[in-house]
């Protein structure tokens, strides 16, 4: 992916941002009267859930273009961006077809931008550009994909762009031209805030979503934003709501976007959103689809460290979903289904000095899951497990497998070696989940370990 500096800055910024926000404000600035215990309650079922997709829907899969940056980075014009409006028909758009296909793949939730940066929304607005007014599609996109979700017993998540570089009292417009300066003229920045909050409210009236899904931040400051009060807006509609990151320091878990994390981040919840090519929204000349095995093993990567994966799906303008990515879904959902006592309702697995690998906790500690990439050509090894291993098997299979601890003197502290043989016939196509029911919570052997002076 050819990764535009400017952007990359952007995001070097938030980054940068972010952190001092978290430094400054513990996470639950917006909501003092939180308690923890009643935090991790409303975060329960998006710590569960584990696996999530993202659909970005809108105009720029009429022409197959990046979504809003087309124009704005100046590879085309804003007039031949918007003659997509045109040509948006959604003439095929199948909701319930979505959302059977999202429960197929084994994700608990989906995130569909409900407007992205270009300003065009999904839904039937008072103002500003929508689907409705503006193209052929003619109607509400968000209400139906909304009630298919619920109906498949999945959480809704509605993205929502704070940016609007179409509406006309909003500053910013292209990235060499901006319409005016919000500091400059606080009446006509007030003007944009009442014009999106007013959005947002009609968002969170009709649809009541589980999850939203902010983005764009980054071009102005909370207080100009009015994201405490954003924040608590949605509260009072729905208690249980969740926030992501990007309300600029108002947010519940953090986003990091592409990169797989290389070690575990520090935050509590957070969730990997990741294109399954290098695209958000359609584009017809991006063939670089990670494929399902690479996929599965982020997921298995991602949630041993404590996340959630947020896999993105690009439609066409038609609603239709491009056959890669729904045979990328049906594979991944054969795996998630097979092991999902691995996935779901699981913590973060052991460090990686402990196992070579990913692995996930069941919520009670007793059970520690080892993901197996590929195909290991002697026993898969645990290092420092203090527990005594109670039965060991195949997830999805089970196969009892043959456990051996080697390496351990009667007089050392050190727990052995323990090796578990997996027979090949036991081995998943992708990746394959070992179960080892503990005699207790893991324990992990943390002492240093010191020379031997004497014995
Ligand atoms: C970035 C991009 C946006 C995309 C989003 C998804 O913020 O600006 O186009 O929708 O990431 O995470």
């Given at each position: 992916?050819?990764?535009k500096?400017?952007?990359l800055?952007?995001?070097?910024?938030?980054?940068?941002?972010?952190?001092?926000?978290?430094?400054?404000?513990?996470a639950?600035?917006?909501?003092?009267?939180?308690?923890?215990?009643?935090e991790?309650?409303?975060?329960?079922?998006f710590?569960?859930?584990k696996?999530?997709?993202?659909?970005?829907?809108?105009?720029?899969?009429?022409?197959?273009?990046?979504?809003?940056?087309?124009?704005?980075?100046?590879?085309?014009s804003y007039?031949?961006?918007?003659?997509?409006?045109?040509?948006?028909?959604a003439?095929?758009?199948?909701p319930?077809?979505w959302?059977?296909?999202?429960?197929?793949?084994?994700?608990r939730?989906?995130v569909?931008?409900?407007?992205?940066?270009?300003?065009?929304?999904?839904?039937?607005?008072?103002?500003?550009?929508?689907?409705?007014k503006?193209t052929?599609?003619?109607?509400?996109?968000?209400?139906?994909?909304?009630?298919?979700?619920?109906?498949?017993?999945?959480?809704?998540?509605?993205?929502?762009?704070l940016?609007?570089?179409?509406?006309?009292?909003?500053?910013g417009?292209?990235?060499?031209?901006?319409?005016?300066?919000?500091?400059?003229?606080?009446?006509?920045?007030?003007?944009?805030v009442q014009?999106?909050?007013?959005?947002l409210?009609?968002?969170?009236?009709?649809?009541?979503?589980?999850l939203?899904?902010?983005?764009?931040?980054?071009?102005?400051?909370a207080?100009?934003?009015h994201?405490?009060?954003?924040?608590?807006?949605?509260?009072?509609?729905?208690?249980?709501?969740?926030?992501?990151s990007?309300l600029?320091?108002?947010?519940?878990?953090a986003t990091?976007?592409q990169?797989v994390?290389?070690?575990?981040?520090?935050?509590k919840?957070?969730?990997?959103?990741?294109?399954?090519?290098?695209?958000?929204?359609?584009?017809p000349?991006?063939?670089?689809?990670?494929?399902?095995?690479?996929?599965?093993?982020?997921l298995?990567?991602?949630?041993?460290?404590?996340?959630?994966?947020?896999?993105?799906?690009?439609?066409?303008?038609?609603?239709?979903?491009?056959a890669p990515?729904?045979?990328t879904?049906?594979?991944?959902?054969?795996?998630?289904?097979?092991?999902?006592?691995?996935?779901?309702?699981?913590?973060?697995?052991?460090?990686?000095?402990y196992?070579?690998?990913?692995?996930?906790?069941?919520k009670?500690?007793?059970?520690?899951?080892l993901?197996?990439?590929g195909?290991p050509?002697?026993?898969?090894?645990?290092?420092?497990?203090?527990?005594?291993?109670l039965h060991?098997?195949?997830?999805?299979?089970?196969?009892?497998?043959?456990?051996?601890?080697?390496?351990k003197?009667?007089?050392?502290?050190?727990?052995?070696?323990?090796?578990?043989?997996?027979?090949?016939?036991?081995?998943?196509?992708e990746?394959?989940?070992?179960?080892?029911?503990?005699?207790?919570?893991?324990?992990?052997?943390?002492?240093?370990?010191?020379?031997?002076?004497?014995?």
């Open positions: 992916m050819q990764l500096l400017h952007r800055g952007l995001l070097l910024a938030c980054a940068c941002a972010s952190l001092a926000t978290h430094a400054a404000t513990p639950v600035a917006a909501a003092p009267a939180e308690t923890a215990p009643a991790a309650q409303r975060m329960q079922w710590a569960d859930a696996f999530g997709i993202f659909i970005h829907y809108g105009i720029y899969a009429v022409d197959g273009i990046d979504e809003s940056w087309s124009f704005f980075d100046g590879y085309v007039d031949h961006y918007m003659r997509q409006l045109k040509g948006f028909t003439a095929d758009y199948h319930q077809a959302a059977d296909l999202i429960r197929e793949s084994g994700a939730y989906a569909l931008t409900a407007k992205h940066h270009d300003g065009v929304a999904l839904w039937d607005t008072a103002q500003g550009l929508n689907v409705v503006d052929l599609a003619k109607r509400d996109l968000v209400g139906p994909f909304v009630q298919a979700l619920r109906k498949d017993g999945l959480k809704v998540g509605l993205y929502f762009s940016i609007d570089w179409s509406y006309k009292d909003y500053p417009f292209t990235k060499a031209e901006s319409r005016y300066d919000a500091k400059a003229d606080p009446a006509r920045w007030n003007r944009f014009y999106y909050q007013g959005q409210r009609d968002l969170s009236q009709r649809y009541n979503p589980d939203y899904w902010f983005d764009g931040d980054w071009e102005h400051s207080a100009e934003w994201a405490k009060q954003d924040r608590e807006m949605l509260l009072a509609r729905n208690p249980g709501a969740i926030i992501n990007r600029a320091g108002y947010g519940d878990y990091p976007e990169g994390p290389i070690t575990r981040p520090p935050q919840y957070w969730e990997l959103c990741l294109t399954m090519n290098n695209s958000w929204g359609w584009q000349n991006d063939h670089h689809f990670k494929s399902a095995n690479q996929l599965i093993r982020i298995a990567d991602t949630i041993g460290m404590g996340g959630n994966l947020l896999l993105d799906i690009g439609p066409r303008a038609d609603g239709t979903i491009p990515e729904v045979d879904l049906k594979q991944i959902g054969r795996w998630t289904h097979k092991h999902a006592e691995a996935i779901y309702g699981t913590q973060a697995g052991i460090p990686k000095d196992y070579a690998g990913s692995s996930t906790l069941s009670d500690g007793r059970t520690l899951y993901f197996v990439d195909r050509n002697g026993p898969v090894l645990v290092k420092g497990l203090m527990n005594r291993v060991a098997r195949v997830v999805g299979n089970g196969t009892t497998l043959d456990t051996q601890v080697v390496g003197p009667y007089w050392s502290k050190v727990p052995g070696l323990l090796y578990v043989t997996v027979p090949p016939a036991a081995l998943d196509p990746v394959t989940v070992l179960a080892l029911t503990l005699d207790g919570p893991v324990r992990l052997f943390h002492d240093e370990v010191k020379p031997i002076e004497s014995n």
